[in-house]
């Protein structure tokens, strides 16, 4: 013991840490413009001229689908944390730990219940900041209680994906969401409600290999990548260079994988005509918007 | 046993005269090889006895490898699941199936011999099988993509578990892949539209679905065919979300931390069992189901018979809802 080892480093900094927020500039991934982030959130987190669509948090997202940007938050069940005691660089009860200080959320799918253009809606985000929006025992859980709730009230069920897949951190326990979500998908079909998958990006891996590709009407947003294997597997497995385009919104709707490829402007009132047209609802008595606009039949009459 | 349908062999009896060993059977190699040595020299006229000697080492190799197989890592089990003599799915039709009778095509697209498929008579029944091949020979390999199925592999098996739900035949499938095949022409048919479809299928069966795992449950390219009233596996299987090598790469990137990778997954028979991800698990001759296939196929197929005597007299409901309500299941006791 001396004084070197004694020595105390002092606290100050910690003390007088300041809350400086880090993007008050966003950058645009396509085209590298820098946006004032007050534009972009105004924007629905699509960059303004480029229209190129950034991801979007779970909140905002749901903020952004329901009337008034209020919704009932569906409560998820708990799930047995980290049954395979898994560890590779980092604990993985540490990374849990991690994302969830970053997003404020318990796992990466969030469940709401609320009103579209005035109709009652279900709806669920699953959301990338989370872990890259992993599939895990939790967010399966999550996407089977969305389920549940829209055929407990007889609602049509949307889900926004963004996921690069299972979360390997629960191993063979991750791989059995997909026949467990696929469970869920048959009885909502079986209750014959709409199910609307948006896809947005990316969504990869297990989560399109069940329900994201299960719905009834799948959307995607502009520019997303959609897929099973991820490009760089593809590129290594058959030694080439993908060709442009490939596996992105526009080449699946082209393929026969999604209906339509929807401005994130434009989902809201695109999801709701759906849902009225499948449920068999009349015309809404006042829209938000005066004339409203048909993008996705201008796109399917292309 | 005789095949009776008109499927032809791979690679008839050859790959089971040869013995190759892995690295950790090194101990068992050696004294085998001793034994062969004995062996000669006994034919060679050899005047002292050696008889007794031989019997020795051959009891002691015996000793080795059951411990050996008593006490597999998870990376070693790994490369025993893919162990190129191992019973693969032609085999086990072969020994199991009578009358085989393999259907092609998905009807929409093209035939994927990935995924092998059709009808035949089980223990005297009629029923539905499918699996993944993975080939024996180089050529066979090559014809069966090394056992990674392409979309119309996937529908090809929708299309024939509908079949067998319109009769009510049950169906068996014998899973082993590394995956579901990641490539260009996969993906722009749909690849994960036709994996989440399968899973479906599976769940929409109203006859009885036992799945057998018999080498690698590689990912969504097993689920599609493993959502079934009975998962079983083979002993020294494996069954996992990622390959431990694809964990590696991606969690440590470093694919050379595969064995971490494949001891932290928990891919095991045994520990899936422990998860009840799986419903049992079938015992392997000592040295592994290459050592002697017969006997594991054997094992295979009353495992099989046992199951589906179980799931005897359920109504096409019950079926259907006993398996949805097991998959749910799963993962909520632990």
């Known amino acids: ?302 | 046993m005789p095949r009776t349908g008109p499927f032809e062999t791979d690679n008839p009896g050859a790959p089971y005269r040869m013995r190759s060993y892995l690295d950790f059977e090194k101990p068992v190699a050696e004294l085998e090889a001793k034994v062969e040595e004995l062996r000669a020299m006994a034919e060679g006229g050899s005047a002292v006895a050696i008889g007794d000697e031989i019997a020795r080492l051959e009891a002691k190799a015996q000793k080795a490898l059951a411990d050996i197989y008593a006490n597999l890592t998870p990376w070693q089990k790994t490369l025993v699941a893919r162990h190129p003599q191992r019973p693969h799915f032609v085999d086990y039709c072969a020994a199991l199936i009578e009358d085989f009778t393999p259907l092609a095509g998905d009807r929409k697209f093209g035939e994927d011999e990935a995924i092998v498929g059709g009808f035949g008579r089980f223990r005297g029944e009629s029923v539905c099988v499918i699996g993944q091949e993975k080939g024996a020979t180089t050529e066979a390999r090559l014809r069966h993509n090394f056992g990674m199925a392409r979309p119309e592999g996937y529908r090809k098996a929708v299309r024939l578990m509908e079949m067998a739900d319109r009769f009510g035949i049950p169906v068996i499938s014998f899973v082993d892949t590394a995956g579901a095949y990641p490539g260009i022409g996969a993906e722009e048919r749909g690849q994960a539209e036709a994996i989440a479809r399968s899973t479906e299928a599976c769940l929409a069966l109203g006859v009885p679905n036992v799945a057998v795992i018999i080498g690698e449950g590689g990912s969504g390219g097993a689920i599609a065919l493993a959502t079934a009233n009975r998962v079983l596996m083979l002993e020294h299987a494996i069954y996992s979300v990622i390959s431990p090598e694809g964990a590696a790469s991606i969690l440590w990137r470093d694919s050379s931390r595969a064995q971490d990778a494949a001891t932290n997954m928990k891919i095991t028979a045994q520990d899936l069992l422990r998860f009840s991800v799986i419903d049992g698990i079938i015992p392997e001759p000592p040295g592994g189901a290459h050592r002697d296939p017969a006997a594991a196929m054997n094992a295979a197929g009353d495992a099989i018979a046992a199951a589906f005597q179980d799931l005897a007299g359920l109504s096409p409901d019950e079926i259907r809802s006993l398996r949805a309500e097991k998959f749910l299941a799963i993962g909520r006791q632990l």
Not at chain 1, 154 to 174: D, K, N, Y
Not at chain 1, 189 to 213: C, D, F, H, Q
Not at chain 1, 240 to 251: A, D, I, T
């Open chain 1, 1 to 302: 013991m001396n004084w070197i080892s004694d020595v105390v480093r002092p606290k100050i900094k910690t003390l007088f840490k300041r809350e400086v927020p880090e993007n008050l500039w966003i950058k645009c991934p396509e085209t590298g413009q820098m946006v004032f982030h007050k534009d972009v959130e105004a924007n629905l987190f699509v960059i303004p001229g480029s229209e190129y669509h950034l991801r979007m948090a779970a909140k905002a997202r749901l903020a952004s689908f329901f009337d008034g940007g209020t919704w009932e938050e569906i409560a998820l069940p708990e799930v047995p944390v980290d049954p395979l005691k898994f560890r590779d660089e980092k604990r993985y009860v540490d990374r849990l730990r991690d994302a969830r200080a970053k997003t404020g959320a318990q796992d990466a799918v969030q469940v709401g219940v609320g009103t579209v253009e005035g109709s009652t809606v279900t709806a669920a985000v699953q959301d990338f900041e989370f872990m890259g929006g992993s599939l895990g025992m939790a967010a399966g859980e999550a996407i089977i209680t969305g389920m549940e709730t829209a055929i407990a009230r007889r609602t049509p069920f949307v889900l926004f994906v963004s996921s690069g897949g299972a979360r390997m951190q629960e191993g063979i326990l991750s791989l059995m969401q997909m026949p467990r979500t696929t469970v869920a998908v048959r009885r909502l079909k079986e209750a014959r409600l709409p199910y609307i998958v948006v896809l947005t990006n990316p969504t990869t891996g297990g989560v399109t290999a069940s329900y994201a590709m299960l719905g009834d009407v799948h959307i995607a947003e502009p520019g997303a990548l959609i897929g099973f294997a991820g490009p760089r597997v593809i590129e290594q497995t058959i030694r080439e260079k993908l060709p442009e385009g490939f596996q992105r919104s526009e080449y699946l709707r082209e393929h026969g994988m999604v209906d339509m490829v929807v401005h994130r402007r434009d989902l809201k009132a695109t999801i709701a005509r759906l849902c009225r047209l499948l449920m068999k609802q009349g015309k809404p008595v006042a829209v938000d918007r005066p004339a409203q606009q048909q993008p996705a039949l201008d796109a399917a009459a292309e």
